[in-house]
């Protein structure tokens, strides 16, 4: 893994994976690694109920209904479209899912506008077909192919940002379970074997770009992933992605609870102030996920290790906030706004925590003034 930058779930976990299989006495479907039970134990952690001889840590925060519902759909003949908000955790859900499911969570399609009905299907070694012809040999499956091919999950990043001419090949392949390829005369068909199938995600704030057709919708089974505000919840999500961070670049910098819960509060306050918004231009850009919060967080622990005091301050939060969501001319002000008639006030009345809110508000004020 050290030589990884980013390794997937199943070479991550991949001693976990094997544990579970090993002490997996539940019923399978297909060709699954592990059982329904056990996979969604690798996704939410385990319980004392579960009487394992292991601890598992959860990996995914959210309702176990989701995680459920995602499983059940996997073993069926539908496709699972994983829908949300940006930062909900949708990619990283159906990371954890493929590499459970079958130990291959890298057959993956990335939905642009670029992307073409061979992304999806097949191409072919130009090279190998003018010396050879075409044939099996010359023919570049795609990730999907390849997960037919292999009784695997293949997935579909970002299905409504793919033309339309694009998500309607998704459709034979989700109903009929074939592939046909006309250019060879033997073996030109290409079946899915049993464990096959695709989870795709898609953007809610997406909608309109290119919108599903009523035929594919009914290939999928629709899972929505809200963003995640339960502070609880959310501190969770926070700590357990900070902790990889500081492991992967070695570094010991403290992150105190009081600038957790600053940072927590700053994106309540925000997300609050955005839902009574009476227009988009009154409304941050950024979704507020919880995925934002972790990359505030991150770029101000990686500022203050690499060019500050090797130690997180408020002010080096704020200033990683307002570099995070200020992306727009009208971004500033709503900022500058929330600065002044909410973290102001509550300098004089947050109690212990007054100092570091009045760190923050002068870190917000001094980054918001770079930017004019």
Request: net charge negative; hydrophobic share 40%; proline share 4%.
């Amino acid at each position: 893994m050290s030589d990884l930058l980013r390794a997937p779930a199943e070479i991550k976990y991949a001693d976990e994976l094997a544990w579970l299989e090993s002490v997996d006495t539940g019923t399978k479907p297909f060709t699954w690694r592990l059982s329904p039970k056990m996979i969604r134990t690798f996704v939410l952690g385990s319980q004392p109920g579960d009487q394992l001889d292991r601890k598992v840590d959860q990996k995914w925060f959210g309702d176990a209904a989701i995680v459920e519902r995602a499983i059940v759909t996997l073993a069926s003949d539908r496709g699972l479209l994983l829908i949300g908000d940006p930062g909900t955790g949708k990619s990283w859900l159906a990371e954890l899912l493929s590499a459970a499911v079958c130990r291959n969570s890298t057959l993956v399609v990335q939905g642009t506008a670029g992307t073409t009905e061979d992304h999806i299907k097949y191409s072919w070694n130009v090279s190998m077909v003018i010396a050879q012809g075409q044939s099996r040999e010359s023919m570049i499956p795609s990730p999907i192919m390849t997960a037919m091919e292999a009784g695997a999950i293949g997935r579909f990043e970002e299905l409504t940002r793919a033309t339309s001419d694009v998500q309607d090949a998704l459709i034979s392949i989700l109903s009929e379970k074939y592939i046909s390829v006309p250019e060879l005369d033997e073996n030109g068909t290409v079946f899915a074997r049993p464990g096959f199938s695709v989870i795709a995600t898609a953007n809610s704030r997406d909608r309109g770009v290119n919108d599903l057709s009523s035929a594919l919708k009914r290939r999928f089974n629709f899972v929505r992933i809200p963003v995640v505000t339960n502070r609880r919840s959310e501190a969770e999500i926070v700590r357990f992605r900070t902790e990889e961070l500081l492991r992967r670049h070695q570094i010991t910098l403290d992150v105190p609870p009081t600038l957790l819960d600053v940072l927590l509060q700053s994106f309540a306050d925000l997300r609050e102030a955005s839902a009574a918004a009476g227009s988009d231009d009154e409304r941050l850009e950024s979704a507020l996920s919880s995925a934002e919060q972790i990359g505030v967080l991150e770029d101000a622990i990686l500022h203050s290790n690499f060019f500050g005091r090797q130690t997180l301050t408020a002010d080096a939060l704020a200033s990683s906030l307002v570099g995070s969501l200020a992306r727009r001319d009208e971004d500033t002000p709503i900022l500058n706004k929330y600065l002044h008639g909410v973290v102001a006030p509550r300098t004089e009345n947050a109690g212990e925590n007054s100092g570091e809110w009045t760190q923050f508000l002068q870190g917000g004020q001094a980054a918001l003034k770079a930017l004019a």
